[in-house]
């Protein structure tokens, strides 16, 4: 069983930047599949990017990247021009056999991060 914890998140003007970072622990991070889902008061938890183990990936947003460290068993979420609609508290989610945009394809679910973007 692998533990996850988000950082990263906080206060942001619109048009800024945040890093975020999802850290595992329990267990090595590097078979697992791993995405952010993110989830704004009153709608549905929402896919935001996935990876893989060899770093294939996915992304519904344009202004963001994610990327994964393997050896620090991390992987990280670069969200750029950040608007005001972005705002949610964001989950970082793994699964060592499935990977996709769907909510139920994933494990392991960490407490979430809130980000808040002024405009």
Avoid at 11 to 25: I, K, Y
């Amino acid at each position: 069983q692998v533990q996850l914890v988000e950082s990263g998140g906080g206060l942001v003007q619109a048009g800024g930047s945040l890093r975020l970072s999802c850290t595992a622990s329990g267990r090595t991070f590097s078979p697992y599949a791993v995405a952010w889902f993110r989830q704004a008061p009153g709608k549905e938890r929402q896919f935001v990017a996935a990876i893989t183990w060899s770093g294939d990936s996915m992304l519904n947003e344009g202004r963001f990247t994610i990327s994964r460290d393997n050896a620090k068993n991390t992987v990280s979420l670069q969200m750029n021009s950040l608007k005001p609609e972005d705002t949610a508290v964001y989950y970082c989610a793994a699964d060592h056999t499935h990977w996709g945009h769907l909510v139920n394809q994933y494990t392991y679910w960490g407490q979430g991060t809130q980000v808040t973007v002024s405009s």
